[in-house]
């Protein structure tokens, strides 16, 4: 028996017992196992080396007006059940709302999920004891300690790799199951001059062991932690701004939170009554597409076993989709648009990004910075979170270089980045063309125009 089989088998068992427990009511189980391993260094010394595995299972419970949920961890027989007694004990007490429903099941297309699942894995995952991963750590912070005499001290180098399988079953005939895997690596070190110390850091992530790429980690962390020495307050004034992939994912969470269909519908989101209207400027396109071969948010189906499909967010400028599950949709009348996501078997399901990316440009990201006259490149924001996801409004520091004449002159220290979320994104002028994903969210250097920095 393969492991989808073996897991589906286990899921329908567990389906099974619900049903005998709450016969007549709709009932999805999401299960879930996973496996995780790191190696960490700090400071050269080896500071953590360890594995966990975890396996769970969600139980959403409805009867066609209220919907309750409970969860435990482990999959052992019998579990399945005791979630429905207490699911069925919650129902009455729950304020009905017809909109708590379960979507309709639709398998996926038998073609996508023949080319885009084996992407999802790596038959490599594991395969090697995990202390064998520790001379590329070593070496990697050895190139770093090379590249630059300015470096002087490697504060932390880690890998991590895991590996999960999903599976979701409902009462509504939804079967569906997936599994992947994913790797990662990191670097962060610290550069001095004189009495200055600057940190800089670096990370990639992917599908496939074979897809990191270490010394591109270890140039970045140097390159970052090198160009903030000689840090300088700016007077304040307009600049433009442009925005290191390393970052931009944080500045794409901006739009990923009020995108979801369910903050418009309780008046949570400054895209409110927008669809259809411009809000960015003709640069900015922003897709969602979880076929993406090898894309670390890339999915056969959403986490309400909805298949998944590539969605036009923002087109040049005009928002044209919002995320929906089946929740945020029934609330419209329409089909949730595959944009289910859990943070796990405890969570419950909500509307939100896949793999959302900011598409590439034409140019490089030496041109866009050499066509920069008077700016600076971004590598970090803090308190990005703070954000009003209402009125767009937000007052973040940021770190990182200043740009004059297109070369990259000093490092800025205290200053501050302030406007409106629109306004930034209706200023961008120019997005080049090394695109990066960290996570579910992709970008490449973008650069926004007369942004006020003090």
């Known amino acids: 028996m ?39 260094r700090k400071e050269g010394r080896p500071e953590f080396a360890g594995e966990s595995s975890e396996e769970g299972m969600g139980l959403r419970l409805g009867d066609g007006s209220r919907m309750a949920s409970t969860s435990a961890g482990g999959l052992a027989p019998g579990l399945a059940g005791d979630l429905a007694r207490r699911a069925k004990a919650q129902l009455p007490l729950l304020t009905p709302d017809p909109a708590r429903v379960l979507p ?4 996926a297309d ?4 023949a080319s885009l699942a084996p992407t999802l894995e790596d038959p490599a995952a594991f395969a090697r004891p995990l202390e064998d991963w520790g001379p590329a750590l070593d070496e990697m912070t050895a190139r770093a300690l090379r590249a630059d005499k300015r470096v002087k001290k490697v504060l932390h180098a880690g890998f991590g790799e895991s590996s999960s399988e999903v599976a979701i ?13 994913s790797a990662s690596i990191g670097l962060s070190l610290g550069a001095s001059s004189g009495a200055e110390l600057q940190l800089g850091s670096g990370s990639r992530g992917g599908r496939r062991l074979g897809e990191l790429d270490w010394d591109r980690v270890a140039d970045d962390a140097v390159f970052r932690a090198v160009s903030l020495l000689g840090a300088k307050r700016l007077p304040s004034k307009k600049r433009s701004v442009l925005f290191d992939p390393w970052v931009a994912g944080d500045v794409l969470d901006l739009l990923a939170g009020p995108l979801s269909a369910e903050a418009v519908q309780k008046g949570r989101s400054l895209f409110k009554g927008r669809l259809g209207k411009r809000v960015a400027s003709r640069c900015v396109t ?5 076929h993406f071969p090898g894309g670390l948010g890339s999915s056969l189906f959403d ?21 929906y599950d089946a929740c945020s949709a029934a609330r419209e009348g329409r089909a949730s648009n595959a944009s289910a996501s859990r943070g796990g078997y405890r969570g419950l399901p909500g509307p939100g990004p896949t793999s959302l990316t900011l598409a590439p440009g034409a140019l490089s990201r030496e041109r866009l910075l050499g066509d920069t006259k008077d700016g600076i490149l971004v590598f970090e924001i803090m308190g990005m979170h703070t954000a009003d996801p209402v009125s767009g409004e937000f007052s973040v520091g940021v770190s990182g270089v200043a740009v004059r004449g297109g070369e990259l002159a000093h490092g800025i220290k205290g200053a501050m980045l302030s406007g409106n979320v629109l306004e930034l994104f209706g200023a961008v002028d120019a997005v080049a063309d090394d695109l ?18 003090a």
Do not use: N
């Not at 309709?104 to 398998?107: A, G, I």
């Not at 986490?303 to 995320?323: N, S």
């Open 303 to 323: 986490d309400e076993a909805v298949p998944t499909r590539r969605k036009v967010m923002v087109e040049r400028g005009v928002l044209r989709e919002l995320y």
């Open 104 to 107: 309709p099941w639709t398998p």
């Open 110 to 113: 038998p073609a996508l999920a």
């Open 436 to 453: 990066i994903s960290y996570g579910s969210l992709s970008a490449p250097t973008f650069r926004a125009a007369g942004l006020t920095v």
């Open 2 to 40: 393969t492991a989808e089989a073996a897991f589906l088998s286990l899921a329908d068992a567990a389906l099974d017992e619900v049903r005998r427990e709450a016969p007549g009511l709709q009932a999805e189980l999401y299960l879930v196992r996973g496996r995780d391993r790191g190696l960490e």
């Open 286 to 290: 922003l897709v969602d597409d979880p």
């Open 169 to 181: 079953v409902s009462t509504a005939g939804a079967r569906a199951y997936e599994r992947g895997a």
